[in-house]
Structures are given as structure tokens and as C-alpha cells.
């Protein structure tokens, strides 16, 4: 005898339509990112990646669709030197393991330095279920540009260390952002390396300390803390060693402000460097 029988398959029908969409979906999704996508499940089979992902690693689309597993992946960005390159294979698949592991954890974030130039960030991140997620971007652009906003600062403090005159700048919001050698020799005061830690505040009354009492550091925090239209002005002050110094104080754009500093010689007159005192600095 034979027995037969069906049962309803609606809701399985239904849920499979309804997750091929959501792929569909996620995939279109994804498409027009920068960032480079791979999603592994939890064998660590790749499930799912965006177009970004094959610029970027330069794998070839046939081969991310045969679902290759996480270290063929990353096998294959090496064998296309798209991953720093180790010193030996050992340490390479010691560093990969890491990854994996760091990355289920959920914390793998790295820049990665390629031979060809390039810069990548990667991070990795856990997915329910034991999944995975590689997110792979290129800043090449981003770091060139730290790089010369760095190139520049460092010729603009070359340029303000050349200077005679001892120069500080605060922010608008009172917080040191610059000073040059002049300023450290005058003072004596060199600044924390964490130039948001030291203010005007902090700062001023160092000088209070070094100078006979005046009203002129309490008139400075005020015009530093005035957002409105202001004008340059100057004063004088003297230093417990006898020194006159004289003082300007100047607005600059975005509310900062800037204070500079020239000592007088016994006759009160502005210091003069002579040729003989450049031959001498340069010695």
C-alpha cells in the first residue's frame, strides 16, 4: 500500500521570498557604499559582500561568489599584496587568528599600511549568530592630508621659534594652542605636552608670580573672554628681575587671542639684536 500525504507550505515559501528580498535589499543597499563589506557566518563562509569590497581588495567577483572561507580571503588579499605584508608566513597566519578573534570580540580596529602606498582602515565587528563583519575603507586621502595639516604646523612652529619676540595664542575658549622659544626663555615656562590642559587661567598666573603685582592679567582674561569686536592694545610690566617687559595683546579669527612679549634693555628702549648677536645664535 502507499500513503500520501501534504502539508501547507505556505509560511516556508513565504520566509524564503521574504529573505531572498532582505538579501536583495541589504545587497542594493551595500552597493553604494565606499566602504568595503564581507559578511562570514559562523564557519566563517562569506555570505555576503558589496561591489566597494572587490575595488578595494582587488579579488575578482567570480571568486567572492564561491563563499570562500575567511583565510582564503585574506590569503587572497595577500597573495595582491592588499595586507601589510609579515616577516614570515607563521607570523602572518599568528596575526590573522588574532584578527578573527579580536574581531568576534568585537574589537579589531587597525590601519593598515599597504606596500603599494595606500591606507586602509579595517574594522571587524560581531553579527548574531556567531557572524562576522569586515569593513574594509580607504583613507589614503584622509592620512595625506593629517600628514601635511602636521607638515604645516611643523614649519609654522619653526617659523613663530625664529622669532625674537615671545608668542602664546589661546583658543576662544582660553585653552593654549601655541607658543614659541622665545616665550619658554622669557618665562620659563615650558607648556604640558596636553596643550588643552593648560588655559589662561593657569597660565596668567604663572606670569602674576614672576612680575610685581598689576591689573594687566586680570584685563587680559577679560578681553580674552569678550566675544565681541576688539582692539589691540599693549602695556608694560615688570619682572621681579628688574625687567621691563613690554606687552601686546591681539584679537584673532574665531575668537582666539594672542599675546606677545619683547623685554627691555636698562634704557627702556625695545632690545636691538645686532649682527653679532645672529652670528652668535647661530654658532
Given at each position: 500500500?502507499r500513503?500520501t500525504?501534504?502539508?501547507?507550505?505556505?509560511?516556508?515559501?513565504?520566509?524564503?521570498?521574504?529573505?531572498?528580498d532582505?538579501?536583495?535589499?541589504?545587497?542594493k543597499?551595500f552597493?553604494?557604499?565606499?566602504?568595503?563589506?564581507?559578511?562570514?557566518?559562523?564557519d566563517?563562509?562569506?555570505?555576503?559582500?558589496?561591489?566597494?569590497?572587490m575595488d578595494?581588495t582587488?579579488?575578482?567577483?567570480?571568486?567572492?561568489a564561491?563563499?570562500p572561507?575567511?583565510?582564503?580571503?585574506l590569503?587572497?588579499?595577500?597573495?595582491?599584496?592588499?595586507?601589510?605584508?609579515?616577516?614570515?608566513?607563521?607570523?602572518w597566519?599568528?596575526?590573522?587568528?588574532?584578527?578573527?578573534?579580536?574581531?568576534?570580540?568585537?574589537?579589531?580596529?587597525?590601519t593598515?599600511?599597504?606596500p603599494?602606498g595606500?591606507?586602509?582602515?579595517?574594522?571587524?565587528?560581531?553579527?548574531?549568530?556567531?557572524?562576522?563583519?569586515?569593513m574594509?575603507?580607504?583613507?589614503?586621502g584622509?592620512?595625506?592630508?593629517?600628514?601635511?595639516?602636521r607638515?604645516?604646523?611643523?614649519?609654522?612652529?619653526s617659523?613663530?621659534?625664529?622669532v625674537?619676540?615671545?608668542?602664546?595664542?589661546?583658543?576662544?575658549?582660553?585653552?593654549?594652542?601655541?607658543s614659541?622659544?622665545a616665550?619658554?626663555?622669557?618665562w620659563?615656562?615650558?607648556?604640558?605636552t596636553?596643550?588643552n590642559d593648560?588655559?589662561?587661567?593657569?597660565?596668567s598666573?604663572?606670569?602674576?608670580?614672576?612680575?610685581?603685582?598689576?591689573?594687566?592679567?586680570?584685563?587680559?582674561?577679560?578681553?580674552?573672554?569678550?566675544p565681541?569686536?576688539?582692539?589691540?592694545?599693549?602695556?608694560?610690566?615688570?619682572?621681579l628681575?628688574g625687567?621691563?617687559?613690554?606687552?601686546?595683546?591681539?584679537?584673532?579669527?574665531g575668537?582666539?587671542?594672542?599675546?606677545?612679549?619683547?623685554?627691555?634693555?636698562?634704557?627702556?628702549?625695545?632690545?636691538?639684536?645686532?649682527?653679532?648677536?645672529?652670528?652668535?645664535k647661530?654658532?
Amino acid at each position: 500500500s502507499r500513503l500520501t500525504f501534504a502539508n501547507p507550505a505556505d509560511q516556508a515559501v513565504h520566509a524564503e521570498a521574504a529573505l531572498r528580498d532582505f538579501m536583495m535589499t541589504l545587497t542594493k543597499t551595500f552597493a553604494h557604499l565606499h566602504v568595503g563589506l564581507a559578511i562570514f557566518d559562523k564557519d566563517r563562509q562569506l555570505i555576503l559582500f558589496n561591489p566597494a569590497l572587490m575595488d578595494l581588495t582587488e579579488l575578482p567577483a567570480e571568486f567572492l561568489a564561491m563563499r570562500p572561507s575567511l583565510v582564503s580571503f585574506l590569503d587572497g588579499m595577500r597573495d595582491r599584496s592588499m595586507i601589510p605584508e609579515p616577516k614570515d608566513y607563521h607570523s602572518w597566519r599568528r596575526q590573522m587568528t588574532e584578527m578573527e578573534r579580536a574581531a568576534a570580540s568585537g574589537l579589531y580596529e587597525e590601519t593598515w599600511s599597504l606596500p603599494g602606498g595606500q591606507t586602509y582602515r579595517v574594522i571587524g565587528r560581531p553579527h548574531p549568530n556567531g557572524a562576522l563583519a569586515l569593513m574594509i575603507e580607504d583613507i589614503s586621502g584622509e592620512m595625506l592630508r593629517t600628514r601635511r595639516f602636521r607638515a604645516d604646523l611643523e614649519l609654522s612652529q619653526s617659523v613663530m621659534d625664529e622669532v625674537d619676540e615671545a608668542i602664546v595664542v589661546f583658543s576662544a575658549a582660553g585653552h593654549l594652542v601655541m607658543s614659541n622659544a622665545a616665550y619658554v626663555r622669557l618665562w620659563a615656562d615650558r607648556p604640558d605636552t596636553t596643550l588643552n590642559d593648560e588655559t589662561l587661567r593657569s597660565v596668567s598666573a604663572r606670569w602674576r608670580a614672576q612680575c610685581a603685582p598689576s591689573a594687566i592679567w586680570a584685563d587680559l582674561e577679560e578681553f580674552a573672554s569678550n566675544p565681541g569686536d576688539r582692539a589691540p592694545w599693549r602695556a608694560e610690566v615688570r619682572r621681579l628681575d628688574g625687567r621691563l617687559v613690554d606687552c601686546r595683546f591681539a584679537p584673532l579669527s574665531g575668537g582666539a587671542t594672542m599675546a606677545t612679549f619683547r623685554p627691555q634693555d636698562a634704557g627702556g628702549g625695545p632690545k636691538v639684536v645686532t649682527d653679532a648677536d645672529r652670528l652668535r645664535k647661530r654658532a
